[in-house]
């Protein structure tokens, strides 16, 4: 009994370590792929909205529309582009993409109070 508890702590642990590794992957990633339009705060790049002729709103990512998306309907714009996005299959895994859509909806702001 003993031995079998030693193993789920020690795979708890593992796991923890994992899901830690996996979101500093994702931040790096989305600060090397995703932040020059979307910005760090996900609220969107105002420099990029000359660039792009594009409203600051529709490169936010932390607003109520885009957050209300499904992960895979978020993962698919990812990997397909959409609009002025770039396609990110073949650039990026689909592990990779779901990590930084997590990160992503962690950036989601408190709401006021």
Known sequence: MKKQAVVWVLA???GAGALAARAED????YAARCQSCHGKDGKGNP????VLKADLAALSLVDDATLAKTDADL???TLDGVG???KYQGKL????VKA??????AMK???AK
Request: hydrophobic share 45%; no cysteine.
């Open 109 to 111: 702001p408190a709401p």
């Open 75 to 77: 993962v698919k714009i």
């Open 47 to 50: 420099a990029m909205t000359k």
């Open 26 to 29: 994702a931040g790096k990633i």
């Open 84 to 86: 002025k996005m770039p």
């Open 93 to 96: 895994t689909e592990a990779d």
């Open 12 to 14: 708890l642990g593992l």
């Open 100 to 105: 930084v859509t997590e990160y992503v909806r």
